[in-house]
């Protein structure tokens, strides 16, 4: 993942403030699979990751004349989204149990040339990893998506949460401490 700020962002955002609705459409289809995704694992469940990805570019749009170009659009994006995840999360309660991560999530995609028991051995891992995100608190799971499964920088995340970085390297441990300690309980308790 490049820490740079893309050209063709700064040139699109631009277009958009000057009332070029396509140029922000190009944004929302650039960025919608990425922010959806992330806001899955964070949120737990496609309804709300839809809902509240879809308020992230509407607010996003409403503010576009604030976007100064010293973030990448999708840093900027992502920091509205996970304001809007959090008033979220606040205002509803997830659901912790396995099956429950496996419905909101669905199944997690597989390589289709192996066999029968390695697909199902690799749902129930995933499902067990969903399971142990949805149990943690907001501060782990958010930065633990970002680190692990977004592929973020630790400066980036530092940017994306507005934390120095010593702090994100202390929060992404204690948040792995915290993720191992909830899979072992997840584990003893099948």
């Excluded at 820490?3 to 944004?27: C, H, N, S, T, W």
Aim: net charge negative; with cysteine; hydrophobic share 45%.
């Amino acid at each position: 993942m490049s820490d740079e700020v893309p050209i063709e962002d700064a040139k699109l955002v631009k277009a958009a403030v000057a009332g070029d609705r396509d140029a922000y459409g190009e944004l929302v289809e650039r960025y919608q699979d990425r922010l959806f995704n992330t806001l899955l694992r964070v949120l737990g469940s496609r309804d709300d990751a839809k809902d509240v990805a879809q308020d992230a570019f509407v607010q996003a749009f409403v503010k576009l004349e604030t976007f100064r170009g010293a973030a990448r659009f999708y840093t900027w994006l992502y920091r509205i989204a996970m304001n809007l995840a959090l008033s979220h999360r606040r205002r509803r309660r997830p659901v912790l149990s396995i099956e429950a991560v496996k419905e909101g999530v669905g199944d997690e995609p597989v390589d289709q040339n192996r066999g029968p028991e390695a697909r199902m051995m690799d749902g129930e891992r995933a499902a067990v990893v969903q399971a142990a995100l949805a149990g943690l608190g907001e501060e782990h799971r958010q930065i633990l998506v970002l680190r692990e499964m977004e592929d973020c920088s630790y400066e980036t995340i530092a940017e994306i949460l507005q934390l120095p970085i010593g702090t994100v390297r202390s929060r992404l441990f204690r948040a792995r401490l915290v993720l191992k300690e909830e899979l072992k309980s997840l584990l003893v308790d099948e």
